[in-house]
């Protein structure tokens, strides 16, 4: 077991799971490593103002056999009154002793920063990649899910690891179209409560982004788990997509004028993504573009409302043009993903448009004692 801290070895924790662990399997979806490295990278990413994070590779007859990543997340146990770290970026042979070598190492670096539980997969926040998958084997990842071996929460069990909750993806397809009652409730609230939608503006994209930003937060503050991103975090981790997600796909609800809710759908770029070895080259950059604009699935990624406008048909409005939109851009569909398991107020509106619950993730947690 070794502590990954030169950049050689960086590479090698960011190609161990494409090179050793997922070779061949016909649903893996390798990642841009450079967007990897900026989820990893401490002098860069805001996210590690405060936190701090440490890399780990075990070895099994002197070759790489797993990884793991141990977070302090000092906002998260501020916010929460906690004393949790987490673990994240978890990759592993099947092999049991690996496993239980990466969580000790990990456990061991938590338990002397004085943490008393270990959490996760969470890669490296809960804004982040998160969970574990344990239903749902049958399809690849859309973009920004999770994606691992089914022997994963096996390993994890045995190395003492309980359930603390978990994580549901929806499936939504343009076949499925909302009943004709859920749309006249929607266009009676948009009525009755004086609701407009409109659809992010590029042009005035940093304005729109704290908009958002502050939906985001206020809607999602009482969520388990959720620490409010700072508005660097944030803009850290979606200005990519000023160029890559079109206007009408992010829409922000307001009432009397002010904004009220939002939804934000992504197209499934792992559709293009795959296959491409997680590097855009001279010679696979065409293909790239030729793939990037015939996408055809998506990811409703988040939806919020405050809470003092929860009762009047935000949320249906939402779903409702979400689905209009990706339907008139001729999309198949989408996941909605993820939700909270107990969190009925989202997961019954979502059930009765007529999406399925197709896949299950799972937060882990085990006791440590602090050093």
């Known amino acids: 077991m070794i502590s990954v801290t030169e950049s050689e070895d960086l590479e090698l924790f960011l190609d161990f799971p494409a090179k050793i662990i997922y070779k061949g399997d016909p649903f893996y979806v390798q990642q841009l490593l450079n967007e990897e490295k900026k989820l990893l990278n ?21 070759k790489p056999a797993g990884r793991i990543a141990a977070i302090v997340n000092h906002r998260h146990n501020k916010t929460h009154n906690d004393k949790v770290g987490f673990f994240g970026f978890f990759e592993s042979i099947d092999d049991l002793g690996v496993a239980k070598g990466l969580f000790e190492a990990a456990e061991d670096y938590l338990s002397k920063e004085g943490l008393n539980r270990i959490r996760g997969p969470v890669s490296p926040s809960m804004n982040d990649v998160s969970g574990l998958l344990i239903g749902g084997f049958f399809a690849p990842p859309v973009f920004m899910m999770p994606y691992n071996k089914a022997y994963y929460s096996d390993l994890i069990e045995k190395s003492g690891f309980k359930k603390v909750k978990d994580l ?20 009676y609230a948009k009525e009755k409560f004086s609701i407009q939608l409109r659809y992010f503006s590029k042009k005035n994209f940093e304005n729109d982004l704290k908009v958002i930003h502050r939906l985001y937060c206020e809607a999602w503050k009482d969520n388990w788990g ?73 990811r409703l990624i988040t939806l ?21 939109v990706v339907k008139r851009r001729g999309g198949k569909g989408g996941e909605l993903s993820w939700t909270l398991e107990d969190n009925d107020a989202i997961n019954k509106p979502i059930l009765k448009m007529g999406a399925e619950h197709y896949k299950t993730y799972r937060i882990y947690e085990k006791g440590i004692t602090p050093h």
């Open 42 to 62: 401490e002098k860069d990413n805001p996210f590690y103002k405060n936190a701090k994070r440490k890399l780990f590779i075990a070895y099994k007859d002197k």
């Open 226 to 298: 959720f620490v409010p991103p700072t508005f660097e975090e944030f803009y850290y981790g979606t200005k990519d997509f000023k160029s890559m997600v079109p206007e009408e796909l992010i829409i922000i609800a307001q009432k009397d004028g002010q904004p009220c809710g939002f939804s934000a759908i992504i197209p499934d770029f792992n559709q293009a993504l795959k296959g491409m070895g997680g590097r855009i080259t001279p010679f696979n950059a065409l293909k790239l573009l030729y793939r990037m604009k015939r996408i055809d699935n998506y």
């Open 304 to 324: 919020g409302v405050l809470p003092e406008c929860r009762k009047l048909g935000v949320d249906l409005l939402l779903y409702v043009k979400s689905f209009e």
């Open 168 to 187: 549901f993806a929806f499936y939504l397809s343009v076949s499925n179209e909302p009943k004709e009652k859920l749309k006249r409730l929607a266009l």
